[in-house]
């Protein structure tokens, strides 16, 4: 088996995951299991699954939070004092006992638990979810030892992410389910995981319409809850809708520019997708002077600068806010129940390269092998930095202006948007992007209520799990998030690394935030021990690759 560390950076090997992408020829000889078929190209670069759980104490017979301010995820404003009674792995009390800057009434707090938190001071919110995650990716692979599952499970953890969706499954979904079923056991360190499987991309496994509805068939049975497409020939991809509505499947779609001139967002929520990733397809929904996006003269999507230089110039070809037909396509989307989990953190460094490529927490929390999956390369998907200009960053800002104005206006009509980050591409590290999200969404307008009702309720909502998560109430899953600051008040106390304040007695910056305690099925995680877990892999990682004389600097 050959050492995936000492493997030749050929184009051939760098080519692969930005082929797979774009949808290049690719045949195998046997025809691989369906929901498996990018990860059986991979081989032994599969990252390394999860280890046996070490870390979390519980669940408790009855445990108790003592003293906390509650922001329960519906969109209530916070409340508190309360006790917050957990039994097992479900909440069984929230009690309110006491008034702000008065002591706690004795008298009205719940009985003593097996296990106490004081966490008086401190703010309790919901789990947090990620509607748009890849558990690593061998993508990483042609740059050395992939990122493994526990490295990419506990940052998730200790920035208090409890649940993901896993949009692809693309290291199998054999693989995503093994996973899956070790995390709802509780047998790993890991977020509870909803796998989609990918569909198969249009040269890699070319389905007629019988073959496609086959193939959904056989992975609603193999155990994904929702597919995820990339495009289609329109026939096909009406029928493999068509046959998810009849198995009752989720599913989601990055309509890739080599197939949205055929079918953008609306055509598809139409035929029955239930929602979208990014943006690719809403703004040619909106077209209302040309059907094709205005592709320059020697444009090539096989350019990753191209790719991402044309798309960041796309919403300003679009309707105007307001207009007629921005109203029309947006209140048809709403109708249809169609939610947008818009992953604005993934695409952040293409207005802002040097801000995402300096982040305080990549010297130690990066992994070396997806720092250097990051950097330039022509034949590595997102590495598109060849000669990122001022008007590349530019056009971006202005992109993002529009799409965000299209965010809080779908919003604010009563459409549904969801917080999903995409980490493991383009500078964004697992959980830190994912607080990122949560910024840029409050920069879009949603109020900070609104922000945290997008990142626990609404993702609960998409994944037909808000009986079981996405709130703080009574018969739900002990899914809680405890930490010192109000997020409300600066979502940067969610980053691991904290947030900067001057201490104005000793005028000194200290850090301030972080997450304390992550809590899932009961189970009470330090999540500083899961941020120590993490560093020390990424150090040891950069010391062995150092000693075979690899470069392992995030800088």
Same mark, same amino acid.
């Given at each position: 088996?050959?050492?995936?560390?000492? #493997?030749?950076?050929?184009?051939?090997?760098?080519?692969?995951?930005?082929?797979?992408?774009?949808?290049?020829?690719?045949?195998?000889?046997?025809?691989?299991?369906?929901?498996?078929?990018?990860?059986?190209?991979?081989?032994?670069?599969?990252?390394?699954?999860?280890?046996?759980?070490?870390?979390?104490?519980?669940?408790?017979? #009855?445990?108790?939070?003592?003293?906390?301010?509650?922001?329960?995820?519906?969109?209530?404003?916070?409340?508190?004092?309360?006790?917050?009674?957990?039994?097992? &792995?479900?909440?069984?009390?929230?009690?309110?006992?006491?008034?702000?800057?008065?002591?706690?009434?004795?008298?009205?707090?719940?009985?003593?638990?097996?296990? $106490?938190?004081?966490?008086?001071?401190?703010?309790?919110?919901?789990?947090?979810? &990620?509607?748009?995650?890849?558990?690593?990716?061998?993508?990483? +692979?042609?740059?050395?030892?992939?990122?493994?599952?526990?490295?990419?499970?506990?940052?998730?953890?200790?920035?208090?992410?409890?649940?993901?969706?896993?949009?692809?499954?693309?290291?199998?979904?054999?693989?995503?389910?093994?996973?899956? #079923?070790?995390?709802?056991?509780?047998?790993?360190?890991?977020?509870?995981?909803?796998?989609?499987?990918?569909?198969?991309?249009?040269?890699?496994?070319?389905?007629?319409?019988?073959?496609?509805?086959?193939?959904?068939?056989?992975?609603?049975?193999?155990?994904?809850?929702?597919?995820?497409?990339?495009?289609?020939?329109?026939?096909?991809?009406?029928?493999?809708?068509?046959?998810?509505?009849?198995?009752?499947?989720?599913?989601?779609?990055?309509?890739?520019?080599?197939?949205? +001139?055929?079918?953008?967002?609306?055509?598809?929520?139409?035929?029955?997708?239930?929602?979208?990733?990014?943006?690719?397809?809403?703004?040619?929904?909106?077209?209302?002077?040309?059907?094709?996006?205005?592709?320059?003269?020697?444009?090539?999507?096989?350019?990753?600068? &191209? #790719?991402?230089?044309?798309?960041?110039?796309?919403?300003?070809?679009?309707?105007?806010p307001g207009s007629e037909h921005w109203n029309a396509v947006r209140d048809e989307l709403i109708a249809l129940d169609f939610t947008l989990s818009p992953t604005l953190t993934i695409y952040e460094a293409s207005r802002d390269l040097m801000r995402a490529r300096r982040a305080e927490w990549h010297d130690d929390y990066t992994w070396?092998?997806?720092?250097?999956?990051?950097?330039?390369?022509?034949?590595?998907?997102?590495?598109?930095?060849?000669?990122?200009?001022?008007?590349?960053?530019?056009?971006?800002?202005?992109?993002?202006?529009?799409?965000? $104005?299209?965010?809080?206006?779908?919003?604010n009509h009563g459409g549904r948007v969801t917080a999903g980050s995409d980490s493991g591409f383009i500078y964004n590290t697992y959980g830190f992007g994912y607080v990122r999200e949560l910024e840029l969404l409050q920069e879009a307008g949603f109020h900070p209520l609104e922000v945290l009702r997008a990142a626990t309720l609404d993702?609960?909502?998409?994944?037909?799990?808000?009986?079981?998560?996405?709130?703080?109430?009574?018969?739900?899953?002990?899914?809680?998030?405890?930490?010192?600051?109000?997020?409300?008040?600066?979502? =940067?106390?969610?980053?691991?690394?904290?947030?900067? =304040?001057?201490?104005?007695?000793?005028?000194?910056?200290?850090?301030?935030?972080?997450?304390?305690?992550?809590?899932?099925?009961?189970?009470?995680?330090?999540?500083?021990?899961?941020?120590?877990?993490?560093?020390?892999?990424?150090? $040891?990682?950069?010391?062995?690759?150092?000693?075979?004389?690899?470069?392992?600097?995030?800088?």
């Amino acid at each position: 088996m050959t050492d995936p560390t000492r #493997r030749t950076l050929s184009l051939s090997k760098l080519a692969l995951p930005i082929l797979l992408l774009v949808g290049a020829t690719h045949a195998t000889a046997q025809e691989p299991t369906p929901g498996n078929e990018m990860a059986v190209l991979f081989g032994d670069a599969i990252p390394k699954k999860a280890p046996p759980r070490t870390r979390g104490e519980g669940p408790y017979d #009855r445990l108790v939070i003592r003293g906390a301010t509650l922001i329960d995820g519906t969109g209530a404003p916070p409340i508190g004092p309360v006790d917050i009674v957990v039994e097992n &792995d479900r909440i069984a009390e929230v009690v309110s006992v006491g008034y702000p800057e008065l002591p706690i009434s004795e008298a009205r707090r719940p009985a003593r638990g097996t296990h $106490e938190i004081d966490a008086e001071g401190m703010f309790v919110i919901p789990g947090l979810i &990620d509607t748009h995650t890849h558990i690593s990716t061998s993508q990483q +692979a042609v740059y050395g030892v992939p990122s493994p599952a526990e490295y990419v499970f506990k940052l998730w953890m200790s920035h208090g992410i409890t649940s993901v969706r896993d949009v692809g499954s693309v290291n199998g979904l054999e693989w995503t389910l093994d996973q899956m #079923r070790k995390s709802d056991d509780n047998e790993i360190t890991a977020p509870r995981i909803y796998p989609y499987a990918m569909f198969p991309l249009v040269e890699f496994l070319r389905l007629n319409v019988d073959e496609a509805r086959r193939w959904m068939r056989r992975v609603a049975e193999g155990g994904a809850i929702g597919v995820k497409f990339l495009g289609a020939a329109p026939d096909v991809m009406e029928a493999a809708l068509d046959e998810a509505k009849k198995l009752g499947l989720k599913t989601t779609m990055h309509h890739a520019q080599n197939n949205v +001139a055929r079918v953008n967002v609306m055509t598809s929520a139409r035929w029955g997708l239930t929602s979208m990733e990014h943006w690719y397809g809403l703004p040619e929904a909106l077209f209302e002077d040309r059907t094709i996006q205005d592709y320059p003269i020697g444009y090539n999507y096989n350019d990753e600068q &191209d #790719r991402f230089g044309q798309a960041g110039r796309l919403w300003l070809q679009a309707a105007e806010p307001g207009s007629e037909h921005w109203n029309a396509v947006r209140d048809e989307l709403i109708a249809l129940d169609f939610t947008l989990s818009p992953t604005l953190t993934i695409y952040e460094a293409s207005r802002d390269l040097m801000r995402a490529r300096r982040a305080e927490w990549h010297d130690d929390y990066t992994w070396p092998t997806l720092w250097r999956f990051f950097q330039p390369n022509r034949a590595a998907h997102g590495a598109y930095w060849f000669y990122w200009t001022t008007h590349d960053e530019i056009a971006w800002k202005k992109n993002y202006a529009r799409w965000m $104005e299209f965010l809080e206006d779908y919003k604010n009509h009563g459409g549904r948007v969801t917080a999903g980050s995409d980490s493991g591409f383009i500078y964004n590290t697992y959980g830190f992007g994912y607080v990122r999200e949560l910024e840029l969404l409050q920069e879009a307008g949603f109020h900070p209520l609104e922000v945290l009702r997008a990142a626990t309720l609404d993702g609960a909502e998409l994944l037909d799990a808000v009986g079981d998560i996405g709130s703080v109430e009574r018969g739900k899953k002990a899914d809680l998030v405890i930490l010192p600051e109000d997020p409300l008040a600066n979502w =940067k106390v969610l980053y691991g690394t904290g947030a900067m =304040k001057l201490d104005d007695e000793t005028q000194k910056v200290t850090r301030v935030g972080k997450v304390t305690w992550t809590i899932k099925d009961g189970i009470v995680y330090d999540a500083e021990q899961l941020r120590a877990d993490v560093r020390k892999m990424v150090t $040891e990682q950069k010391r062995i690759e150092a000693t075979k004389g690899q470069s392992s600097s995030n800088q």
